[in-house]
Protein backbone atom coordinates (compact mmCIF):
# COMPACT_ATOMS: atom_id res chain seq x y z
CA UNK A 1 0.00 0.00 0.00
CA UNK A 2 1.49 3.40 -0.61
CA UNK A 3 -0.46 5.49 1.63
CA UNK A 4 0.40 6.09 5.28
CA UNK A 5 -0.99 3.84 7.75
CA UNK A 6 -3.26 5.42 10.15
CA UNK A 7 -3.43 3.84 14.03
CA UNK A 8 -0.49 4.41 16.69
CA UNK A 9 2.85 5.11 15.45
CA UNK A 10 4.45 4.12 18.74
CA UNK A 11 2.94 0.72 18.63
CA UNK A 12 2.37 0.32 14.59
CA UNK A 13 4.47 3.13 12.76
CA UNK A 14 1.73 4.92 12.03
CA UNK A 15 2.08 8.11 9.89
CA UNK A 16 4.15 5.82 7.52
CA UNK A 17 3.53 4.41 3.93
CA UNK A 18 2.61 0.89 4.05
CA UNK A 19 5.26 -0.20 1.63
CA UNK A 20 7.93 1.18 3.97
CA UNK A 21 6.44 -0.11 6.98
CA UNK A 22 6.35 -3.87 4.93
CA UNK A 23 10.12 -3.17 4.52
CA UNK A 24 10.67 -2.47 8.14
CA UNK A 25 8.90 -5.51 9.74
CA UNK A 26 10.41 -7.74 6.70
CA UNK A 27 14.23 -6.60 8.04
CA UNK A 28 13.07 -7.18 11.55
CA UNK A 29 12.56 -11.08 10.90
CA UNK A 30 15.33 -11.54 8.42
CA UNK A 31 17.84 -10.29 10.77
CA UNK A 32 17.13 -12.54 13.66
CA UNK A 33 19.27 -16.08 12.72
CA UNK A 34 16.53 -18.04 15.00
CA UNK A 35 13.63 -17.49 11.92
CA UNK A 36 14.22 -19.53 8.55
CA UNK A 37 12.73 -17.54 5.59
CA UNK A 38 11.47 -19.64 2.78
CA UNK A 39 10.66 -17.31 -0.49
CA UNK A 40 8.32 -18.16 -3.24
CA UNK A 41 6.74 -20.94 -0.64
CA UNK A 42 2.92 -21.66 -0.09
CA UNK A 43 1.40 -23.55 2.10
CA UNK A 44 -1.33 -25.49 0.13
CA UNK A 45 -2.94 -27.93 2.39
CA UNK A 46 -3.10 -29.38 6.35
CA UNK A 47 -3.55 -33.19 6.45
CA UNK A 48 -5.12 -35.48 9.30
CA UNK A 49 -1.50 -36.37 10.52
CA UNK A 50 -1.17 -32.92 11.14
CA UNK A 51 0.73 -31.88 8.74
CA UNK A 52 1.26 -28.51 6.70
CA UNK A 53 2.02 -28.99 2.90
CA UNK A 54 4.59 -26.64 1.39
CA UNK A 55 4.81 -26.34 -1.99
CA UNK A 56 8.96 -24.51 -1.83
CA UNK A 57 8.82 -22.97 -5.99
CA UNK A 58 12.83 -21.67 -5.37
CA UNK A 59 13.68 -25.46 -5.49
CA UNK A 60 10.67 -27.15 -6.56
CA UNK A 61 10.02 -28.71 -3.29
CA UNK A 62 6.63 -30.72 -2.03
CA UNK A 63 7.68 -30.94 1.98
CA UNK A 64 5.58 -32.03 4.56
CA UNK A 65 5.71 -30.07 8.15
CA UNK A 66 4.81 -30.94 11.17
CA UNK A 67 4.44 -27.75 13.36
CA UNK A 68 4.34 -27.80 17.31
CA UNK A 69 2.14 -24.61 16.62
CA UNK A 70 0.73 -22.98 13.65
CA UNK A 71 0.23 -18.76 13.33
CA UNK A 72 -1.99 -18.10 10.39
CA UNK A 73 -1.60 -14.95 8.89
CA UNK A 74 -2.73 -15.30 5.94
CA UNK A 75 -4.55 -12.22 5.50
CA UNK A 76 -8.26 -11.38 3.49
CA UNK A 77 -9.42 -12.04 0.02
CA UNK A 78 -11.49 -9.53 -1.77
CA UNK A 79 -15.65 -10.52 -1.92
CA UNK A 80 -17.27 -10.54 -5.19
CA UNK A 81 -20.33 -9.20 -6.24
CA UNK A 82 -23.16 -10.74 -8.66
CA UNK A 83 -24.70 -8.06 -10.92
CA UNK A 84 -25.28 -8.80 -14.52
CA UNK A 85 -22.18 -8.09 -16.55
CA UNK A 86 -19.70 -8.37 -13.94
CA UNK A 87 -17.56 -10.79 -16.20
CA UNK A 88 -16.91 -8.26 -18.33
CA UNK A 89 -13.42 -7.68 -19.07
CA UNK A 90 -12.85 -3.40 -17.34
CA UNK A 91 -13.96 -4.78 -14.14
CA UNK A 92 -11.51 -5.52 -11.45
CA UNK A 93 -11.49 -6.59 -7.82
CA UNK A 94 -9.77 -3.21 -5.49
CA UNK A 95 -6.46 -5.56 -5.33
CA UNK A 96 -5.87 -6.27 -9.18
CA UNK A 97 -6.77 -2.56 -9.81
CA UNK A 98 -4.01 -1.34 -7.33
CA UNK A 99 -1.42 -3.51 -7.85
CA UNK A 100 -1.71 -2.14 -11.56
CA UNK A 101 -1.44 1.07 -10.88
CA UNK A 102 0.67 1.24 -7.78
CA UNK A 103 3.04 -1.42 -8.27
CA UNK A 104 3.30 -1.94 -12.22
CA UNK A 105 2.50 1.88 -12.92
CA UNK A 106 -0.08 0.70 -15.17
CA UNK A 107 -3.16 2.94 -16.28
CA UNK A 108 -5.99 0.29 -16.64
CA UNK A 109 -8.84 2.71 -17.52
CA UNK A 110 -9.71 6.89 -18.38
CA UNK A 111 -12.96 6.42 -16.30
CA UNK A 112 -13.63 4.22 -13.33
CA UNK A 113 -16.41 3.77 -11.32
CA UNK A 114 -16.19 2.50 -7.64
CA UNK A 115 -18.48 0.08 -5.79
CA UNK A 116 -18.32 -0.22 -2.56
CA UNK A 117 -17.51 3.14 0.10
CA UNK A 118 -15.44 0.87 2.69
CA UNK A 119 -11.84 2.35 2.93
CA UNK A 120 -10.79 0.00 0.31
CA UNK A 121 -12.82 1.46 -2.15
CA UNK A 122 -12.27 5.27 -1.12
CA UNK A 123 -8.70 5.02 -0.90
CA UNK A 124 -8.54 2.98 -4.39
CA UNK A 125 -10.58 6.43 -5.44
CA UNK A 126 -7.72 8.30 -4.76
CA UNK A 127 -4.63 6.27 -5.93
CA UNK A 128 -6.93 6.37 -9.39
CA UNK A 129 -7.17 10.02 -9.05
CA UNK A 130 -3.39 9.86 -8.69
CA UNK A 131 -2.27 8.19 -11.10
CA UNK A 132 -4.41 10.67 -13.48
CA UNK A 133 -7.50 8.38 -13.76
CA UNK A 134 -11.32 10.28 -13.63
CA UNK A 135 -13.14 8.90 -11.21
CA UNK A 136 -16.66 8.95 -12.61
CA UNK A 137 -18.66 7.84 -9.03
CA UNK A 138 -18.99 5.43 -6.51
CA UNK A 139 -21.67 3.79 -4.94
CA UNK A 140 -22.91 2.44 -1.57
CA UNK A 141 -25.47 0.63 -0.66
CA UNK A 142 -25.57 2.06 3.09
CA UNK A 143 -27.01 5.64 3.60
CA UNK A 144 -23.01 6.65 4.23
CA UNK A 145 -19.85 5.23 3.24
CA UNK A 146 -18.53 2.90 5.97
CA UNK A 147 -14.77 3.98 4.90
CA UNK A 148 -12.75 6.63 7.18
CA UNK A 149 -14.31 10.08 6.48
CA UNK A 150 -10.71 11.40 5.89
CA UNK A 151 -10.62 9.06 3.05
CA UNK A 152 -14.04 10.46 1.31
CA UNK A 153 -12.82 13.98 1.88
CA UNK A 154 -10.25 13.07 -0.08
CA UNK A 155 -12.34 12.01 -2.90
CA UNK A 156 -15.13 15.02 -2.34
CA UNK A 157 -12.31 17.59 -3.00
CA UNK A 158 -12.02 15.72 -6.55
CA UNK A 159 -15.64 16.17 -6.85
CA UNK A 160 -16.38 12.36 -7.34
CA UNK A 161 -19.67 11.99 -7.30
CA UNK A 162 -20.34 9.70 -3.75
CA UNK A 163 -23.92 8.00 -4.08
CA UNK A 164 -24.67 6.18 -0.58
CA UNK A 165 -27.99 3.95 -0.45
CA UNK A 166 -27.14 3.24 -4.27
CA UNK A 167 -26.06 0.12 -5.98
CA UNK A 168 -25.51 -1.29 -9.40
CA UNK A 169 -27.79 -3.19 -11.37
CA UNK A 170 -25.67 -3.62 -14.33
CA UNK A 171 -22.16 -3.02 -16.32
CA UNK A 172 -23.53 -2.61 -19.73
CA UNK A 173 -20.55 -3.30 -23.11
CA UNK A 174 -19.85 -5.94 -25.92
CA UNK A 175 -16.73 -6.44 -25.42
CA UNK A 176 -15.48 -3.87 -22.77
CA UNK A 177 -17.18 -2.58 -20.38
CA UNK A 178 -19.10 0.88 -21.42
CA UNK A 179 -21.20 2.15 -18.54
CA UNK A 180 -23.42 0.82 -15.34
CA UNK A 181 -26.57 1.06 -14.47
CA UNK A 182 -27.01 2.04 -10.67
CA UNK A 183 -30.57 2.68 -8.91
CA UNK A 184 -31.10 3.67 -5.34
CA UNK A 185 -32.06 1.09 -2.60
CA UNK A 186 -34.12 0.99 0.00
CA UNK A 187 -33.80 -0.12 3.73
CA UNK A 188 -33.72 -3.31 2.66
CA UNK A 189 -31.80 -2.86 -0.17
CA UNK A 190 -33.61 -3.69 -2.80
CA UNK A 191 -33.09 -1.57 -6.00
CA UNK A 192 -36.44 1.23 -6.04
CA UNK A 193 -37.57 0.96 -9.55
CA UNK A 194 -37.95 4.18 -11.50
CA UNK A 195 -34.43 5.87 -9.88
CA UNK A 196 -32.25 3.89 -12.64
CA UNK A 197 -29.58 5.95 -14.38
CA UNK A 198 -26.60 4.97 -16.68
CA UNK A 199 -22.80 6.31 -15.96
CA UNK A 200 -20.41 6.13 -18.82
CA UNK A 201 -17.23 4.05 -17.87
CA UNK A 202 -14.56 1.84 -19.18
CA UNK A 203 -13.51 0.61 -15.72
CA UNK A 204 -15.24 -0.76 -12.57
CA UNK A 205 -13.69 -1.65 -9.59
CA UNK A 206 -15.73 -3.86 -7.28
CA UNK A 207 -14.25 -3.05 -3.03
CA UNK A 208 -17.63 -4.95 -1.12
CA UNK A 209 -15.44 -6.01 1.19
CA UNK A 210 -13.23 -9.02 2.49
CA UNK A 211 -13.29 -12.43 4.02
CA UNK A 212 -10.80 -14.08 5.86
CA UNK A 213 -8.57 -16.72 4.20
CA UNK A 214 -9.11 -18.91 7.07
CA UNK A 215 -9.74 -22.62 5.97
CA UNK A 216 -6.04 -23.00 7.34
CA UNK A 217 -7.32 -22.00 10.37
CA UNK A 218 -10.35 -24.14 10.93
CA UNK A 219 -9.11 -27.13 9.10
CA UNK A 220 -5.60 -27.03 11.89
CA UNK A 221 -9.06 -26.99 14.29
CA UNK A 222 -9.90 -30.00 12.65
CA UNK A 223 -7.24 -32.39 13.01
CA UNK A 224 -6.53 -30.92 16.46
CA UNK A 225 -3.37 -28.96 15.21
CA UNK A 226 -2.97 -26.07 17.75
CA UNK A 227 -3.67 -23.28 15.74
CA UNK A 228 -3.34 -19.09 16.16
CA UNK A 229 -4.46 -16.62 14.06
CA UNK A 230 -3.11 -13.03 13.44
CA UNK A 231 -4.44 -9.84 11.03
CA UNK A 232 -7.55 -10.07 8.88
CA UNK A 233 -6.98 -14.10 8.69
CA UNK A 234 -8.48 -13.90 12.13
CA UNK A 235 -10.51 -10.83 11.86
CA UNK A 236 -10.71 -8.15 8.89
CA UNK A 237 -9.57 -4.63 10.44
CA UNK A 238 -7.40 -2.19 9.27
CA UNK A 239 -4.04 -2.40 8.83
CA UNK A 240 -2.83 -1.19 12.25
CA UNK A 241 -4.90 -3.75 13.87
CA UNK A 242 -3.58 -6.89 12.02
CA UNK A 243 0.11 -5.44 12.77
CA UNK A 244 -0.78 -5.07 16.65
CA UNK A 245 -2.71 -8.73 16.85
CA UNK A 246 0.41 -10.15 15.34
CA UNK A 247 2.88 -9.09 18.37
CA UNK A 248 0.09 -10.67 20.82
CA UNK A 249 -0.01 -13.93 19.01
CA UNK A 250 3.90 -14.17 19.09
CA UNK A 251 3.59 -13.57 22.91
CA UNK A 252 1.10 -15.89 23.06
CA UNK A 253 2.60 -18.71 20.89
CA UNK A 254 5.96 -18.13 22.97
CA UNK A 255 4.15 -18.46 26.19
CA UNK A 256 2.53 -22.00 24.96
CA UNK A 257 5.87 -23.26 23.60
CA UNK A 258 7.01 -22.66 27.50
CA UNK A 259 9.45 -19.56 26.34
CA UNK A 260 10.27 -17.39 29.24
CA UNK A 261 7.57 -14.47 27.76
CA UNK A 262 6.29 -11.97 30.18
CA UNK A 263 2.32 -11.66 30.57
CA UNK A 264 0.21 -10.28 27.86
CA UNK A 265 -0.57 -6.88 29.71
CA UNK A 266 -4.03 -6.18 29.65
CA UNK A 267 -3.65 -2.94 28.15
CA UNK A 268 -2.32 -4.33 24.86
CA UNK A 269 -5.76 -6.29 24.50
CA UNK A 270 -7.37 -3.03 25.13
CA UNK A 271 -5.90 -1.42 22.55
CA UNK A 272 -6.14 -4.04 20.13
CA UNK A 273 -10.16 -3.93 20.41
CA UNK A 274 -9.56 0.32 20.18
CA UNK A 275 -7.45 -0.50 16.40
CA UNK A 276 -10.05 -2.52 15.16
CA UNK A 277 -12.73 -0.57 15.95
CA UNK A 278 -14.90 0.85 13.65
CA UNK A 279 -15.06 5.02 12.60
CA UNK A 280 -17.03 6.59 15.41
CA UNK A 281 -19.37 9.86 15.79
CA UNK A 282 -18.59 13.29 13.65
CA UNK A 283 -18.02 16.11 15.33
CA UNK A 284 -18.09 20.02 14.06
CA UNK A 285 -14.91 22.07 14.21
CA UNK A 286 -14.96 24.54 17.21
CA UNK A 287 -13.39 27.63 15.88
CA UNK A 288 -12.49 28.58 19.07
CA UNK A 289 -10.00 26.02 19.70
CA UNK A 290 -8.11 28.28 16.51
CA UNK A 291 -5.82 30.78 18.19
CA UNK A 292 -2.87 32.90 17.55
CA UNK A 293 -1.29 34.12 14.19
CA UNK A 294 -0.34 30.53 13.03
CA UNK A 295 -1.92 27.01 14.07
CA UNK A 296 -2.92 23.91 12.10
CA UNK A 297 -6.35 22.70 11.80
CA UNK A 298 -7.38 19.25 12.57
CA UNK A 299 -10.11 18.92 9.26
CA UNK A 300 -10.62 15.19 10.74
CA UNK A 301 -13.33 15.52 13.13
CA UNK A 302 -14.32 11.22 12.86
CA UNK A 303 -13.27 9.40 15.95
CA UNK A 304 -10.68 7.25 14.10
CA UNK A 305 -7.71 5.29 15.83
CA UNK A 306 -4.82 7.51 14.45
CA UNK A 307 -2.33 9.30 16.32
CA UNK A 308 0.94 10.46 14.27
CA UNK A 309 0.41 14.32 14.37
CA UNK A 310 0.19 13.98 18.22
CA UNK A 311 3.43 12.84 18.12
CA UNK A 312 5.34 14.48 15.42
CA UNK A 313 5.15 18.26 16.76
CA UNK A 314 8.49 19.68 17.96
CA UNK A 315 7.01 21.19 20.42
CA UNK A 316 3.97 18.30 21.51
CA UNK A 317 1.31 21.21 20.87
CA UNK A 318 -1.24 18.66 19.38
CA UNK A 319 -2.77 16.66 22.12
CA UNK A 320 -4.64 13.42 21.48
CA UNK A 321 -6.38 11.01 24.55
CA UNK A 322 -3.45 8.36 25.00
CA UNK A 323 -5.71 6.05 26.87
CA UNK A 324 -7.63 5.79 23.48
CA UNK A 325 -6.44 7.45 20.23
CA UNK A 326 -10.29 7.65 18.96
CA UNK A 327 -10.32 10.77 20.30
CA UNK A 328 -10.29 14.16 18.15
CA UNK A 329 -6.62 15.78 18.00
CA UNK A 330 -6.69 18.79 19.43
CA UNK A 331 -4.00 22.28 19.27
CA UNK A 332 -2.83 23.05 22.49
CA UNK A 333 -0.71 26.19 22.46
CA UNK A 334 1.35 27.05 26.12
CA UNK A 335 2.91 30.12 27.14
CA UNK A 336 6.12 30.46 25.32
CA UNK A 337 5.82 27.24 23.33
CA UNK A 338 3.89 28.34 20.22
CA UNK A 339 3.57 26.75 16.92
CA UNK A 340 6.90 27.39 14.74
CA UNK A 341 5.24 26.49 11.20
CA UNK A 342 6.96 23.05 10.77
CA UNK A 343 4.21 21.69 8.51
CA UNK A 344 5.66 18.35 10.10
CA UNK A 345 1.87 17.40 11.35
CA UNK A 346 0.93 18.65 8.00
CA UNK A 347 2.94 15.94 5.91
CA UNK A 348 2.33 13.20 8.44
CA UNK A 349 -1.41 13.08 8.66
CA UNK A 350 -2.74 9.76 6.75
CA UNK A 351 -6.19 11.68 6.45
CA UNK A 352 -4.31 14.69 4.61
CA UNK A 353 -6.41 16.36 6.84
CA UNK A 354 -4.45 18.97 8.37
CA UNK A 355 -3.74 22.50 7.26
CA UNK A 356 -1.57 25.00 8.72
CA UNK A 357 -2.90 28.72 8.56
CA UNK A 358 -0.53 31.08 8.80
CA UNK A 359 -1.52 35.29 9.47
CA UNK A 360 1.98 36.64 10.05
CA UNK A 361 3.10 37.92 6.86
CA UNK A 362 -0.09 39.36 6.09
CA UNK A 363 -3.36 39.50 8.49
CA UNK A 364 -5.56 40.17 5.40
CA UNK A 365 -3.86 37.47 3.47
CA UNK A 366 -2.78 34.44 4.78
CA UNK A 367 -1.21 31.93 3.98
CA UNK A 368 -2.58 28.22 3.85
CA UNK A 369 -0.25 25.43 4.08
CA UNK A 370 -2.17 22.14 2.19
CA UNK A 371 -0.82 18.33 1.62
CA UNK A 372 -1.25 16.83 -1.54
CA UNK A 373 0.02 13.39 -2.74
CA UNK A 374 0.28 14.03 -6.35
CA UNK A 375 2.93 14.60 -8.70
CA UNK A 376 5.05 18.00 -8.02
CA UNK A 377 5.01 19.00 -11.96
CA UNK A 378 0.99 19.29 -10.97
CA UNK A 379 1.20 21.96 -8.22
CA UNK A 380 4.43 24.15 -8.92
CA UNK A 381 5.03 27.64 -7.38
CA UNK A 382 2.64 30.39 -9.55
CA UNK A 383 0.05 27.98 -10.11
CA UNK A 384 -3.66 29.24 -9.70
CA UNK A 385 -5.44 26.38 -8.02
CA UNK A 386 -9.33 25.44 -6.96
CA UNK A 387 -9.15 25.53 -3.40
CA UNK A 388 -12.03 23.81 -1.34
CA UNK A 389 -13.46 23.21 2.05
CA UNK A 390 -13.74 19.80 4.08
CA UNK A 391 -16.61 18.75 1.89
CA UNK A 392 -15.29 19.46 -1.65
CA UNK A 393 -17.07 22.66 -2.12
CA UNK A 394 -14.86 25.31 -4.38
CA UNK A 395 -14.00 28.42 -1.96
CA UNK A 396 -11.92 30.43 -5.04
CA UNK A 397 -9.17 30.43 -7.27
CA UNK A 398 -5.38 31.36 -5.25
CA UNK A 399 -2.10 30.98 -6.32
CA UNK A 400 0.68 28.82 -4.81
CA UNK A 401 3.55 30.23 -3.06
CA UNK A 402 5.28 27.54 -2.60
CA UNK A 403 5.63 23.59 -2.76
CA UNK A 404 7.83 21.34 -0.78
CA UNK A 405 8.46 18.14 0.75
CA UNK A 406 9.52 17.40 4.06
CA UNK A 407 12.07 14.50 5.30
CA UNK A 408 11.16 12.00 6.26
CA UNK A 409 7.73 12.81 4.63
CA UNK A 410 8.59 12.24 1.24
CA UNK A 411 6.13 12.17 -1.95
CA UNK A 412 3.77 14.04 0.24
CA UNK A 413 3.82 17.90 -0.97
CA UNK A 414 3.39 20.37 1.18
CA UNK A 415 1.34 23.52 -0.62
CA UNK A 416 1.39 26.95 0.34
CA UNK A 417 -1.48 28.90 -0.96
CA UNK A 418 -2.66 32.33 -0.20
CA UNK A 419 -6.27 33.19 0.55
CA UNK A 420 -8.33 35.92 2.02
CA UNK A 421 -8.75 35.88 5.62
CA UNK A 422 -12.04 34.81 5.68
CA UNK A 423 -12.02 31.86 4.06
CA UNK A 424 -8.64 30.50 5.47
CA UNK A 425 -9.81 28.38 8.44
CA UNK A 426 -12.28 26.75 5.89
CA UNK A 427 -9.72 25.84 3.46
CA UNK A 428 -8.54 22.05 3.30
CA UNK A 429 -7.75 20.99 -0.08
CA UNK A 430 -6.96 21.60 -3.74
CA UNK A 431 -8.93 20.48 -6.77
CA UNK A 432 -6.90 19.86 -9.46
CA UNK A 433 -9.05 19.84 -12.58
CA UNK A 434 -6.76 19.31 -15.60
CA UNK A 435 -7.76 16.11 -17.02
CA UNK A 436 -9.59 14.70 -13.82
CA UNK A 437 -13.49 14.90 -14.13
CA UNK A 438 -14.04 15.57 -17.16
CA UNK A 439 -17.27 13.81 -18.56
CA UNK A 440 -17.16 11.24 -21.09
CA UNK A 441 -17.24 12.12 -24.83
CA UNK A 442 -20.35 11.76 -25.98
CA UNK A 443 -19.06 8.58 -29.11
CA UNK A 444 -18.06 6.72 -25.54
CA UNK A 445 -21.20 7.14 -24.25
CA UNK A 446 -23.10 4.93 -26.91
CA UNK A 447 -23.53 1.35 -25.20
CA UNK A 448 -25.01 -1.47 -26.87
CA UNK A 449 -28.07 -3.64 -25.85
CA UNK A 450 -25.88 -6.45 -24.67
CA UNK A 451 -27.09 -10.15 -23.20
CA UNK A 452 -24.70 -10.49 -20.22
CA UNK A 453 -24.98 -12.88 -17.01
CA UNK A 454 -24.61 -12.68 -13.34
CA UNK A 455 -22.26 -15.12 -13.21
CA UNK A 456 -21.94 -16.35 -9.80
CA UNK A 457 -19.03 -18.94 -10.18
CA UNK A 458 -16.91 -17.35 -12.51
CA UNK A 459 -14.28 -20.47 -13.09
CA UNK A 460 -17.39 -23.14 -13.78
CA UNK A 461 -19.82 -19.97 -15.44
CA UNK A 462 -22.80 -20.38 -13.05
CA UNK A 463 -25.01 -17.59 -13.19
CA UNK A 464 -26.92 -16.12 -9.78
CA UNK A 465 -30.00 -17.24 -11.56
CA UNK A 466 -28.97 -20.76 -12.14
CA UNK A 467 -28.69 -21.00 -8.32
CA UNK A 468 -31.37 -19.31 -6.96
CA UNK A 469 -33.66 -21.18 -9.26
CA UNK A 470 -32.24 -24.77 -7.58
CA UNK A 471 -32.64 -22.57 -4.01
CA UNK A 472 -36.35 -22.17 -5.25
CA UNK A 473 -36.28 -25.82 -6.36
CA UNK A 474 -35.74 -26.77 -2.26
CA UNK A 475 -32.11 -27.33 -3.00
CA UNK A 476 -30.89 -26.20 0.67
CA UNK A 477 -27.28 -28.49 0.64
CA UNK A 478 -24.30 -26.60 -1.08
CA UNK A 479 -23.05 -30.11 -1.98
CA UNK A 480 -26.26 -30.52 -4.33
CA UNK A 481 -25.56 -27.16 -5.84
CA UNK A 482 -22.25 -28.15 -6.53
CA UNK A 483 -23.54 -31.34 -8.02
CA UNK A 484 -25.76 -30.30 -10.33
CA UNK A 485 -24.24 -27.21 -11.36
CA UNK A 486 -20.17 -27.63 -10.85
CA UNK A 487 -20.19 -24.21 -8.88
CA UNK A 488 -17.62 -24.21 -6.36
CA UNK A 489 -15.34 -26.71 -8.01
CA UNK A 490 -13.20 -24.41 -10.23
CA UNK A 491 -9.77 -24.19 -9.76
CA UNK A 492 -10.28 -21.26 -7.18
CA UNK A 493 -11.75 -23.77 -5.08
CA UNK A 494 -14.84 -22.02 -4.47
CA UNK A 495 -12.71 -19.23 -2.61
CA UNK A 496 -15.16 -16.60 -4.47
CA UNK A 497 -18.07 -18.62 -5.47
CA UNK A 498 -19.32 -19.85 -1.91
CA UNK A 499 -19.95 -16.81 0.01
CA UNK A 500 -21.93 -15.26 -2.92
CA UNK A 501 -24.07 -18.42 -2.80
CA UNK A 502 -24.78 -18.34 1.08
CA UNK A 503 -25.55 -14.98 0.54
CA UNK A 504 -28.29 -15.54 -2.50
CA UNK A 505 -29.91 -17.91 0.31
CA UNK A 506 -29.97 -15.16 2.42
CA UNK A 507 -31.43 -13.09 -0.48
CA UNK A 508 -34.21 -16.19 -0.53
CA UNK A 509 -34.74 -16.14 2.89
CA UNK A 510 -33.20 -18.94 3.71
CA UNK A 511 -31.32 -19.06 7.04
CA UNK A 512 -27.87 -19.83 6.53
CA UNK A 513 -28.24 -22.37 9.88
CA UNK A 514 -30.50 -24.58 7.58
CA UNK A 515 -28.10 -24.71 4.59
CA UNK A 516 -25.61 -27.41 4.53
CA UNK A 517 -22.05 -26.38 3.94
CA UNK A 518 -19.33 -28.30 1.98
CA UNK A 519 -16.40 -30.34 3.45
CA UNK A 520 -13.32 -28.44 3.42
CA UNK A 521 -10.88 -30.46 1.53
CA UNK A 522 -6.74 -30.03 0.83
CA UNK A 523 -5.43 -28.63 -0.87
CA UNK A 524 -6.37 -25.00 -0.58
CA UNK A 525 -4.02 -23.51 -3.13
CA UNK A 526 -3.94 -24.99 -7.10
CA UNK A 527 -0.95 -27.03 -7.16
CA UNK A 528 0.43 -28.92 -9.92
CA UNK A 529 -0.55 -33.18 -8.99
CA UNK A 530 3.11 -33.88 -11.25
CA UNK A 531 4.72 -31.78 -7.55
CA UNK A 532 2.10 -33.90 -5.07
CA UNK A 533 3.03 -37.33 -6.66
CA UNK A 534 6.66 -36.76 -6.28
CA UNK A 535 6.01 -36.13 -2.82
CA UNK A 536 4.57 -39.14 -2.56
CA UNK A 537 7.01 -41.26 -4.79
CA UNK A 538 9.57 -40.17 -2.38
CA UNK A 539 7.65 -41.10 0.82
CA UNK A 540 7.28 -45.00 -0.38
S1 LIG B 1 3.31 23.09 12.31
FE1 LIG B 1 4.90 22.08 13.52
S2 LIG B 1 4.97 23.23 15.41
FE2 LIG B 1 3.06 23.79 14.43
S3 LIG B 1 1.57 22.38 15.31
FE3 LIG B 1 2.31 21.43 13.42
S4 LIG B 1 3.98 20.12 14.07
FE4 LIG B 1 3.57 21.54 15.77
S1 LIG C 1 -5.43 14.71 12.02
FE1 LIG C 1 -4.19 13.40 13.33
S2 LIG C 1 -5.63 11.86 14.06
FE2 LIG C 1 -6.60 12.82 12.30
S3 LIG C 1 -6.06 11.54 10.54
FE3 LIG C 1 -4.53 13.17 10.69
S4 LIG C 1 -2.86 12.29 11.91
FE4 LIG C 1 -4.67 11.01 12.22
Redesign the pocket.
Known sequence: QTHRF?GSTEAVY??TRGIDIAERLSEQVSTRDSVKIWLETTAVAIYEEKTVGVWRASDDQYLLIKPEILLVATGARERSLPFKGNTLPGIYGAGAFQTLVNRDLVRPARNLFIIGGGNVGLIAGYHALQAGINVVGLVEALPKCGG?K?HEDKLARFNVPILTSHTILEAKGKDHVQSVIVAKVDDQFHPIQGTEREIPCDCVLIAVGLNPVDEFISKAKEVGLPVHAAGDAAEIAEASAAMFSGKIAGLEIAQVLGVDAPEIPKSWRDFESILKSRPGEIFKLDSGVLQGDVFPI???RQE?P?????SVCPNNL?H?DAAD?RH??EFCPEAGKNCIACER?VA????L??TLVDYRRDKDNPTVSIPMEFAEHYLEKGNVVAVTDVEGHVLGQFPVLRTRTIKPYTHTLVVRVQVPAEIAVEVAGIRLIAGWNQPMKTEDNFVEETDQENIVCRCEHISADQIRQLIREGVRDINQLKAATKATMGACGGKTCLSLIRKIFREEGVPLEEVTDPPQRPVFVEVPLEILARNRQEAD
Not at 306 to 310: E, L, S, T, Y
Open positions: FAGYVMHCICDPCAIIILPCICPGAI
